[in-house]
C-alpha cells in the first residue's frame, strides 16, 4: 500500500510561471490537507479537502493559491502567477476519517518549490 | 487560537545517550491531542508519539517517550539510547480533539537534532 504520493518533488519555476503540486493520497483515505513550510518554520496548515469539495481554505492566501480534489485523480495546489516569496516546501497529508480521529495524518514527502 | 513553542533551536547528544526536546503550549480547549514529528533530511514527516490529552499515562514507543504535563501544558519528549539514525529536526505539533477546525495541526519551529558517534 503506497503511501501519499507528491509530485514533482522539486519544481523550479520563474517569477509569473504557474506551479502545480499534485498529491495522491493512500488507498481508501478520503481527506486531503496542505501544509506549507517556510524556511526555518514549522508546517502552517493551508486548505482541507474532500473528495470535489473544499472544507476549509483559511490557511491559504486569498489570491493567486487555489486547491482542487476532484472525484477521480489526484489532489491539485496551484498557484498563479509565482513570487519568490512562494519559494518553500508544500506538504500534503491525507488521513481516512474527518475531523476528531487520531488515526491521524500520513504526510507525503512533500514538494519543494523554488521560484526564481 | 492554539500556539507550540519549541525554544530549543539546535541540539547535540553522543549515540547511546539521552536526550530531551522541549515543548510548550498554549490553548484554552481541555480536549486535544499533542504529537512528535521526525523529518530527517530526505524531508519525509514521521509520527514518532502521540498524546491524547485527557490521558493522565505517558505515552511511550520505544525508546522515545514524553513527559505531559498537563496543567504546565508542556509535552516534552525524551529519546533514550540515541541513534545516528535519530539525526533529524522534530516538530511538536497540536490538534483540537472536537469543536471546529479540529483537524489542523499547530506546529512548532522545530529543533535540529544532532546525534553525534
Known amino acids: 500500500n503506497a503511501g501519499v504520493m507528491q509530485n514533482p518533488r522539486h519544481l523550479v519555476r520563474r517569477r509569473g510561471q504557474e506551479a502545480r503540486l499534485r498529491c495522491s493520497p493512500m488507498?481508501?483515505?478520503?481527506?486531503v490537507y496542505w501544509y506549507r513550510q517556510l524556511p526555518e518554520e514549522g508546517l502552517k496548515f493551508m486548505v482541507y479537502l474532500q473528495k470535489e469539495n473544499i472544507i476549509d481554505e483559511s490557511g491559504m492566501p486569498k489570491e493567486r493559491f487555489s486547491a482542487e480534489f476532484p472525484k477521480e485523480g489526484p489532489s491539485i495546489l496551484r498557484i498563479q502567477q509565482v513570487v519568490r516569496g512562494d519559494s518553500a516546501a508544500y506538504f500534503c497529508?491525507?488521513?481516512?476519517?474527518?475531523?476528531?480521529?487520531?488515526?491521524?495524518?500520513?504526510f507525503g514527502s512533500g514538494t519543494r518549490l523554488t521560484v526564481v | 487560537a492554539q500556539t507550540v513553542t519549541q525554544s530549543q533551536p539546535e541540539m547535540s547528544v553522543q549515540e547511546a545517550e539521552t536526550v530531551t526536546l522541549s515543548c510548550t503550549y498554549d490553548t484554552s480547549e481541555s480536549n486535544y491531542y499533542l504529537f512528535w514529528y521526525k523529518q530527517p533530511p530526505s524531508r519525509q514527516m514521521i509520527l514518532v508519539i502521540r498524546?491524547?490529552?485527557?490521558?493522565?499515562q505517558n505515552a511511550t514507543e520505544n525508546r522515545f517517550s514524553v513527559n505531559f504535563q498537563k496543567a504546565a501544558k508542556s509535552f516534552s519528549l525524551k529519546i533514550s539510547d540515541s541513534q545516528l539514525g535519530d539525526t533529524a529536526m522534530y516538530f511538536c505539533?497540536?490538534?483540537?480533539?472536537?469543536?471546529?477546525?479540529?483537524?489542523?495541526?499547530?506546529f512548532g519551529k522545530g529543533t535540529l537534532l544532532t546525534v553525534n558517534p
Open positions: 488507498k481508501g483515505h478520503s481527506h
Open positions: 497529508a491525507s488521513s481516512p476519517l474527518g475531523p476528531g480521529g487520531l488515526d491521524g495524518y500520513t
Open positions: 505539533a497540536f490538534m483540537k480533539r472536537s469543536g471546529g477546525s479540529n483537524y489542523k495541526l499547530t
Open positions: 498524546q491524547e490529552a485527557y490521558k493522565q
